[in-house]
């Protein structure tokens, strides 16, 4: 049996890996921020370091 810790986050454009146990959660989906469980307010990226999303 395979445990699964982290996944992608839920943000189509978004390229991050997220701890489950850290991730912002929204309508049953993994979010690496609020940003992304918003859909970038006002174009707020999510301010990882190599990930463009919400630009």
Do not use: F, R, S, W
Not at 10 to 32: F, S, W
């Amino acid at each position: 049996m395979t445990t699964v810790n982290q996944m992608k986050c839920a943000c189509g454009c978004c390229l991050c890996i997220v701890p489950l146990e850290t991730a912002v959660k929204k309508d049953g989906k993994n979010y690496c921020c609020d940003a992304c469980a918003n859909g970038h307010p006002d174009g707020a990226g999510c301010c990882h370091t190599g990930c463009e999303c919400g630009k």
